[in-house]
Nanobody, 130 residues
Framework: QVHLVESGGGSVQTGGSLQLACTAS????????MAWFRQAPGKEREEVAG???????????AHADSVKGRFSASVDNGKNVLYLQMNGLKAEDTAMYYC????????????????????WGQGTQVTVSS
């Protein structure tokens, strides 16, 4: 059973930066397929970024168009931590951010599919104000 705990959320002003972290425990494999999603009040949960292994020590990442160029997802496989570096934050980035992990794998074509993720964290709130 994989357990995910997010941290790093908070309140920042427009243009500011935050780094979210998702610490995973319970993994019995070095192959980790993980992603960030977010949900704003009154809106559906949407994808932010996905990370998947391309070899034992290399990962590939993809980002939603809405955050491309501002957010960057990465993973420290040795520490079992998924990161989301968020720069140039906008008011529309305000949301609860969730970390998710898949035991069936993801790729560039499938990381957006929330049905592929069977483990979810409790979320960390990000609030951006002007």
């Amino acid at each position: 059973q994989v357990h995910l705990v997010e941290s790093g959320g908070g309140s920042v002003q427009t243009g500011g930066s935050l780094q979210l972290a998702c610490t995973a425990s319970g993994y019995t494999t070095p192959w980790k397929y993980m992603a960030w999603f977010r949900q704003a009040p009154g809106k559906e949960r949407e994808e932010v970024a996905g990370v998947w292994p391309t070899s034992l020590d290399r990962f590939s990442a993809a980002h939603a168009d809405s955050v491309k160029g501002r957010f960057s997802a990465s993973v420290d496989n040795g520490k079992n931590v998924l990161y989301l570096q968020m720069n140039g934050l906008k008011a529309e980035d305000t949301a609860m951010y969730y970390c998710a992990a898949s035991s069936v794998g993801i790729s560039d074509n499938s990381w957006r599919d929330q049905q592929r993720y069977n483990y979810w964290g409790q979320g960390t709130q990000v609030t951006v104000s002007s």
